[in-house]
Protein backbone atom coordinates (compact mmCIF):
# COMPACT_ATOMS: atom_id res chain seq x y z
CA UNK A 1 0.00 0.00 0.00
CA UNK A 2 1.07 3.54 -0.26
CA UNK A 3 0.48 6.20 1.83
CA UNK A 4 0.25 10.09 2.28
CA UNK A 5 1.10 11.78 5.50
CA UNK A 6 -1.70 14.41 6.98
CA UNK A 7 -0.19 17.40 8.98
CA UNK A 8 -1.26 15.80 11.93
CA UNK A 9 1.50 13.33 11.17
CA UNK A 10 -1.16 10.88 10.75
CA UNK A 11 -1.23 8.12 7.81
CA UNK A 12 -4.05 7.60 5.45
CA UNK A 13 -2.60 4.37 3.35
CA UNK A 14 -4.75 3.72 -0.08
CA UNK A 15 -4.34 1.22 -3.01
CA UNK A 16 -4.18 2.61 -6.52
CA UNK A 17 -4.78 0.37 -9.27
CA UNK A 18 -5.73 0.88 -13.15
CA UNK A 19 -6.23 3.77 -15.57
CA UNK A 20 -9.04 6.14 -16.96
CA UNK A 21 -10.51 9.05 -17.33
CA UNK A 22 -12.29 9.22 -14.20
CA UNK A 23 -10.93 7.78 -11.00
CA UNK A 24 -13.30 5.55 -8.83
CA UNK A 25 -12.51 6.31 -4.88
CA UNK A 26 -13.92 3.74 -2.80
CA UNK A 27 -14.44 5.02 0.68
CA UNK A 28 -15.69 1.61 3.33
CA UNK A 29 -17.61 2.10 6.29
CA UNK A 30 -17.15 1.86 10.20
CA UNK A 31 -15.00 -0.79 11.59
CA UNK A 32 -13.89 -2.17 7.70
CA UNK A 33 -10.94 -1.29 5.51
CA UNK A 34 -9.51 -1.83 2.04
CA UNK A 35 -10.00 -5.35 1.94
CA UNK A 36 -13.66 -4.68 1.75
CA UNK A 37 -13.35 -3.28 -1.68
CA UNK A 38 -10.09 -5.02 -3.09
CA UNK A 39 -12.38 -7.83 -4.55
CA UNK A 40 -14.34 -5.18 -7.16
CA UNK A 41 -11.28 -3.17 -7.68
CA UNK A 42 -9.12 -5.64 -9.27
CA UNK A 43 -11.79 -6.34 -12.12
CA UNK A 44 -12.92 -2.54 -12.50
CA UNK A 45 -9.40 -1.66 -12.48
CA UNK A 46 -9.73 -3.10 -16.15
CA UNK A 47 -11.83 -0.36 -17.40
CA UNK A 48 -10.86 2.10 -14.81
CA UNK A 49 -8.25 4.17 -12.44
CA UNK A 50 -9.66 2.61 -9.43
CA UNK A 51 -8.01 3.92 -5.61
CA UNK A 52 -9.47 2.40 -2.26
CA UNK A 53 -8.46 3.50 1.04
CA UNK A 54 -7.70 2.75 4.41
CA UNK A 55 -9.73 5.30 6.16
CA UNK A 56 -7.62 7.02 9.47
CA UNK A 57 -8.18 4.72 12.34
CA UNK A 58 -8.94 1.71 10.46
CA UNK A 59 -7.22 -0.99 8.93
CA UNK A 60 -4.62 -2.43 11.62
CA UNK A 61 -1.83 0.66 10.80
CA UNK A 62 -0.08 2.35 14.05
CA UNK A 63 -1.82 5.05 15.04
CA UNK A 64 -1.56 7.88 17.82
CA UNK A 65 -4.22 7.38 20.50
CA UNK A 66 -4.52 10.93 20.18
CA UNK A 67 -5.57 10.81 16.16
CA UNK A 68 -8.89 12.84 15.18
CA UNK A 69 -11.29 10.48 14.09
CA UNK A 70 -14.04 13.16 13.26
CA UNK A 71 -16.01 13.38 9.87
CA UNK A 72 -14.14 16.62 9.07
CA UNK A 73 -10.80 15.12 9.35
CA UNK A 74 -11.74 12.45 7.32
CA UNK A 75 -13.02 14.52 4.52
CA UNK A 76 -10.21 16.51 4.71
CA UNK A 77 -8.09 13.39 4.60
CA UNK A 78 -9.93 12.86 1.34
CA UNK A 79 -9.26 16.61 -0.21
CA UNK A 80 -5.97 15.44 0.75
CA UNK A 81 -6.02 12.61 -1.90
CA UNK A 82 -7.39 14.17 -4.15
CA UNK A 83 -5.35 16.85 -4.33
CA UNK A 84 -2.13 14.08 -3.76
CA UNK A 85 -3.21 12.06 -6.88
CA UNK A 86 -4.46 14.97 -8.67
CA UNK A 87 -7.98 13.24 -8.95
CA UNK A 88 -10.33 15.85 -11.00
CA UNK A 89 -12.88 13.96 -12.22
CA UNK A 90 -13.51 11.09 -9.41
CA UNK A 91 -16.55 9.01 -9.05
CA UNK A 92 -17.11 8.05 -5.17
CA UNK A 93 -18.23 5.12 -4.17
CA UNK A 94 -18.85 5.23 -0.04
CA UNK A 95 -20.78 2.48 1.89
CA UNK A 96 -22.36 3.53 5.48
CA UNK A 97 -19.29 5.81 7.01
CA UNK A 98 -17.99 6.25 3.74
CA UNK A 99 -21.28 7.85 2.46
CA UNK A 100 -21.31 9.70 5.63
CA UNK A 101 -17.34 11.19 5.02
CA UNK A 102 -18.37 11.97 1.01
CA UNK A 103 -21.07 14.17 2.69
CA UNK A 104 -19.09 15.59 4.78
CA UNK A 105 -16.84 16.35 1.59
CA UNK A 106 -19.56 18.02 -0.42
CA UNK A 107 -20.93 20.32 2.72
CA UNK A 108 -16.77 21.56 3.35
CA UNK A 109 -15.53 21.39 -0.31
CA UNK A 110 -18.58 21.37 -2.82
CA UNK A 111 -18.99 18.78 -5.93
CA UNK A 112 -16.64 20.79 -8.72
CA UNK A 113 -14.60 17.38 -8.76
CA UNK A 114 -16.80 14.92 -8.19
CA UNK A 115 -18.38 13.33 -11.15
CA UNK A 116 -20.05 10.88 -9.77
CA UNK A 117 -21.90 9.57 -6.60
CA UNK A 118 -22.47 5.63 -5.57
CA UNK A 119 -24.09 5.28 -1.72
CA UNK A 120 -24.27 2.16 -0.72
CA UNK A 121 -26.87 1.88 2.53
CA UNK A 122 -26.46 4.76 4.57
CA UNK A 123 -28.62 7.25 6.56
CA UNK A 124 -28.04 10.89 5.98
CA UNK A 125 -28.41 10.95 10.27
CA UNK A 126 -27.95 8.01 12.33
CA UNK A 127 -29.84 8.71 15.48
CA UNK A 128 -33.76 8.52 15.70
CA UNK A 129 -35.94 11.37 17.37
CA UNK A 130 -39.29 12.76 17.21
CA UNK A 131 -38.71 13.99 14.20
CA UNK A 132 -36.96 11.59 12.50
CA UNK A 133 -37.22 7.98 12.42
CA UNK A 134 -35.33 6.68 9.19
CA UNK A 135 -32.20 6.21 11.33
CA UNK A 136 -30.22 3.18 12.65
CA UNK A 137 -32.95 0.30 13.27
CA UNK A 138 -35.85 3.16 12.52
CA UNK A 139 -35.66 3.57 16.43
CA UNK A 140 -32.22 4.37 17.71
CA UNK A 141 -32.24 7.82 20.28
CA UNK A 142 -29.82 9.23 22.08
CA UNK A 143 -30.27 7.34 25.30
CA UNK A 144 -29.81 3.93 23.10
CA UNK A 145 -26.59 5.54 21.63
CA UNK A 146 -25.38 6.35 25.26
CA UNK A 147 -25.94 3.02 26.61
CA UNK A 148 -24.25 1.14 22.73
CA UNK A 149 -21.01 3.50 23.63
CA UNK A 150 -20.84 1.96 27.34
CA UNK A 151 -21.53 -1.55 25.91
CA UNK A 152 -18.92 -0.90 23.20
CA UNK A 153 -15.97 0.69 26.20
CA UNK A 154 -16.54 -2.93 28.00
CA UNK A 155 -16.35 -5.24 24.84
CA UNK A 156 -16.16 -3.35 22.00
CA UNK A 157 -15.92 -7.12 19.91
CA UNK A 158 -18.85 -8.72 20.83
CA UNK A 159 -20.72 -5.10 21.10
CA UNK A 160 -20.19 -4.45 17.20
CA UNK A 161 -21.68 -7.89 16.32
CA UNK A 162 -24.71 -7.59 18.76
CA UNK A 163 -25.55 -4.33 17.09
CA UNK A 164 -25.21 -6.12 13.48
CA UNK A 165 -26.85 -9.35 14.72
CA UNK A 166 -29.86 -7.53 16.29
CA UNK A 167 -30.92 -5.93 13.66
CA UNK A 168 -33.94 -6.00 10.86
CA UNK A 169 -32.15 -9.08 9.11
CA UNK A 170 -33.26 -12.64 10.58
CA UNK A 171 -30.81 -14.50 9.03
CA UNK A 172 -28.02 -12.68 10.45
CA UNK A 173 -29.67 -12.84 13.89
CA UNK A 174 -29.47 -16.89 13.12
CA UNK A 175 -25.97 -16.87 12.61
CA UNK A 176 -24.85 -14.97 15.13
CA UNK A 177 -26.80 -17.32 17.80
CA UNK A 178 -25.20 -20.19 15.82
CA UNK A 179 -21.68 -18.78 15.70
CA UNK A 180 -21.69 -19.37 12.32
CA UNK A 181 -18.28 -19.09 10.39
CA UNK A 182 -18.76 -15.83 9.03
CA UNK A 183 -19.53 -14.44 12.56
CA UNK A 184 -15.99 -16.32 13.58
CA UNK A 185 -14.32 -14.00 11.11
CA UNK A 186 -15.58 -10.74 12.08
CA UNK A 187 -15.03 -11.96 15.82
CA UNK A 188 -11.14 -12.40 15.14
CA UNK A 189 -10.91 -9.21 12.55
CA UNK A 190 -12.61 -6.95 14.95
CA UNK A 191 -10.30 -7.82 17.77
CA UNK A 192 -7.41 -7.02 15.93
CA UNK A 193 -8.83 -3.62 15.40
CA UNK A 194 -8.04 -0.32 17.31
CA UNK A 195 -11.01 0.50 19.74
CA UNK A 196 -10.43 3.32 21.27
CA UNK A 197 -10.35 5.21 18.04
CA UNK A 198 -13.30 3.39 16.34
CA UNK A 199 -15.46 4.02 19.43
CA UNK A 200 -14.43 7.67 18.64
CA UNK A 201 -15.31 7.97 15.43
CA UNK A 202 -18.89 5.97 16.05
CA UNK A 203 -19.29 8.68 18.79
CA UNK A 204 -18.83 11.78 16.08
CA UNK A 205 -20.76 10.03 13.47
CA UNK A 206 -24.10 9.51 15.09
CA UNK A 207 -23.51 13.12 16.25
CA UNK A 208 -23.93 14.71 12.58
CA UNK A 209 -26.69 15.74 10.54
CA UNK A 210 -26.28 15.66 6.72
CA UNK A 211 -30.31 15.90 5.65
CA UNK A 212 -29.48 19.30 4.24
CA UNK A 213 -27.14 18.42 2.23
CA UNK A 214 -28.24 16.19 -0.16
CA UNK A 215 -30.73 18.66 -1.66
CA UNK A 216 -27.93 20.41 -2.78
CA UNK A 217 -26.19 17.28 -4.41
CA UNK A 218 -27.08 17.72 -8.65
CA UNK A 219 -24.19 15.16 -9.09
CA UNK A 220 -25.49 11.74 -11.04
CA UNK A 221 -26.07 9.52 -7.78
CA UNK A 222 -26.55 5.99 -7.72
CA UNK A 223 -28.25 4.52 -4.44
CA UNK A 224 -27.83 1.36 -3.31
CA UNK A 225 -29.73 -0.98 -0.50
CA UNK A 226 -29.79 -4.03 0.54
CA UNK A 227 -33.73 -5.33 0.89
CA UNK A 228 -32.82 -6.78 3.83
CA UNK A 229 -30.59 -4.31 5.89
CA UNK A 230 -30.33 -4.85 9.23
CA UNK A 231 -29.80 -0.98 10.08
CA UNK A 232 -32.09 1.08 7.38
CA UNK A 233 -35.98 0.55 6.02
CA UNK A 234 -37.42 1.00 2.73
CA UNK A 235 -38.87 4.73 4.05
CA UNK A 236 -35.65 6.02 4.05
CA UNK A 237 -34.41 4.34 0.97
CA UNK A 238 -37.08 6.39 -0.54
CA UNK A 239 -36.42 9.19 1.95
CA UNK A 240 -33.04 9.81 0.11
CA UNK A 241 -33.83 9.27 -3.58
CA UNK A 242 -36.26 11.66 -2.99
CA UNK A 243 -34.27 14.22 -1.37
CA UNK A 244 -30.97 13.33 -4.16
CA UNK A 245 -32.67 15.12 -6.92
CA UNK A 246 -30.42 13.06 -9.60
CA UNK A 247 -30.56 10.04 -8.32
CA UNK A 248 -31.04 6.33 -9.41
CA UNK A 249 -32.35 4.16 -6.56
CA UNK A 250 -31.71 0.43 -6.86
CA UNK A 251 -32.63 -2.15 -4.14
CA UNK A 252 -30.51 -5.91 -3.95
CA UNK A 253 -33.43 -8.50 -3.23
CA UNK A 254 -32.77 -10.38 0.14
CA UNK A 255 -29.26 -8.47 0.93
CA UNK A 256 -28.34 -6.89 4.40
CA UNK A 257 -26.37 -3.64 4.83
CA UNK A 258 -23.49 -4.63 2.85
CA UNK A 259 -25.34 -5.11 -0.56
CA UNK A 260 -22.09 -5.49 -2.58
CA UNK A 261 -20.82 -8.40 -1.25
CA UNK A 262 -24.05 -10.03 -1.38
CA UNK A 263 -24.37 -9.69 -5.47
CA UNK A 264 -20.50 -8.86 -6.57
CA UNK A 265 -21.34 -9.03 -10.31
CA UNK A 266 -24.65 -7.47 -10.05
CA UNK A 267 -23.08 -4.33 -8.11
CA UNK A 268 -20.18 -4.61 -10.76
CA UNK A 269 -22.26 -4.07 -13.60
CA UNK A 270 -24.36 -1.72 -12.02
CA UNK A 271 -21.28 0.50 -11.36
CA UNK A 272 -19.78 -0.06 -15.00
CA UNK A 273 -23.31 0.84 -16.42
CA UNK A 274 -23.75 4.65 -14.10
CA UNK A 275 -20.06 5.02 -14.50
CA UNK A 276 -20.14 4.60 -18.34
CA UNK A 277 -23.18 6.97 -18.94
CA UNK A 278 -21.32 10.25 -16.98
Not at 91 to 117: C, F, M, N, P
Not at 236 to 259: G, K, R, T
Request: glycine fraction near 6%; hydrophobic fraction near 35%; charge should be negative.
Amino acid sequence: MEYLTRPDLTKIHFVSLGEGNKTLIFLHGWTACVREWLPFASELAQKHRVVCWDARGHGEHPYSEGTNMTLPEMADDLHTLLNYLDIQEAVIIGHSLGALTTWEYIRKYGQDRIAGLCMVDHSPKLLTDDEWNHGVYGEFSSKNNETFIQLLKQDFTQSVLELIAYGMHYQSLQNFQQNSHSFQKMRDYLQKQNAPLLIACWENITQQDYRDVLPTINTPTLLIYGEESQFYCAKLQNWVHQHIENSELLVYPSADHSPHLWHRQKFIYNLNRFVDAL
